[in-house]
């Protein structure tokens, strides 16, 4: 069976793949989000495979190296047709224990050619089509990290450069090394940060946006009961957005858009996506189902247009800033370059 669907696509940056106009986000698969079924995340893949979807986002670091060996399955069992399609954007360097603990990042050129060499092997390919370190290394200047990706680019391992939740001055400091595809950063109607300067600079420079987080982990998604106890492992229990009243107030946000959605017949997460869409034709998001029916459902995005009316209503109730708590942990933030 091959691929009876074709999606939209958009353009990573000016020098970047041109891909599906969502792409899926697999790392829930295999980490901090609980535990998950095997069979039906490989059942996701190939569901997205199948409808279009090109764009395969994962981590070396998630569930140290398990993701990126499920990816491989996934596509090693999947209809060459449409494996052939898949495009793979791979984070590097965050460094972890045995317990799952994270301890920092190593953008070190000699680092970036290791994580390299293991995440082809465990992919079982031989290039990553967008290779990018998940958070900046603050003892290592990002054009020395830039720099070692741009050989492994013209040594044929990888295709195009990414880069992670850095600022403005990061970005243009990349850019004047090699040319970056695309940025990965959080961005959803609950995490607006970036459109003041991180987004403007992105689109000076011809880079690409790749959205993450475009449902909140869940809390705009229509689907998180108000009282839901997260499973173990779940990295959300510890996020201050699902703590005490500030849940009760994002929940309340999801609600208002709730009604946004249903008088344009759509679900909240639909309405959540194709809100994402609609802020630029080069910003693609990252959906993270881990389930075919949630890809179903965050695939219908792609069939909704907000005009400027619904926009509005969009914006009126869930309006930028009005989220309460930060969108990571203390220690989690400090890593952030976007943040500062």
Request: proline fraction near 4%; hydrophobic fraction near 45%; include cysteine.
């Amino acid at each position: 069976m091959t691929s009876a669907t074709t999606l939209p696509t958009r353009t990573l940056g000016t020098t970047g793949p041109r891909v599906s106009a969502l792409g899926l986000g697999c790392m829930g698969m295999s980490a901090l989000y609980g535990a998950a079924d095997r069979a039906e995340s490989i059942a996701t893949i190939h569901a997205a495979l199948d409808a279009g979807v090109t764009l395969l986002d994962t981590g070396d670091f998630y569930g140290m190296g398990h993701n990126e060996l499920l990816i491989a399955e996934a596509l090693r069992t999947a209809p060459a047709a449409v494996r052939e399609q898949a495009l793979l954007s791979v984070k590097f360097g965050a460094l972890r224990t045995v317990e799952g603990r994270f301890t920092g990042y190593d953008g070190r050129p000699e680092a970036v050619k290791n994580f390299a060499a293991y995440s082809l092997q465990r992919l079982g390919t031989d290039h990553i089509d967008v290779y990018r370190i998940a958070r900046l290394d603050p003892d290592v200047p990002i054009e020395e990290t830039v720099g070692a990706i741009a050989e492994l680019v013209e040594a044929g391992h990888v295709r195009h450069i990414g880069l992670s939740e850095v600022g403005a001055e990061t970005l243009r400091r990349a850019a004047a090394v090699a040319p970056i595809a695309d940025l990965q950063i959080e961005y959803s109607l609950l995490s607006r940060g970036m459109e003041d300067e991180i987004l403007p600079t992105a689109r000076a420079l011809g880079i690409g946006i790749t959205a993450y987080g475009v449902l909140s982990r869940g809390l705009i998604s229509g689907h998180f009961p108000r009282d839901r106890a997260l499973a173990p492992g779940d990295f959300r229990s510890n996020s201050p957005r699902f703590q005490g009243d500030n849940l009760r107030h994002n929940l309340d946000l999801a609600d208002r858009l709730g009604k946004v959605a249903e008088q344009k017949g759509v679900t909240v997460a639909q309405t959540a996506i194709a809100w994402v869409l609609a802020q630029g034709e080069d910003i693609v998001p990252l959906v993270g189902a881990r389930r075919r029916d949630r890809l179903a459902e965050a695939l219908g995005a792609l069939d909704v247009t907000l005009d400027a009316g619904d926009l509005a209503a969009v914006e009126a109730a869930v309006p930028a800033g009005a989220a309460a708590g930060e969108r990571y942990s203390p220690a989690a933030m400090a890593d952030l370059d976007s943040e500062r």
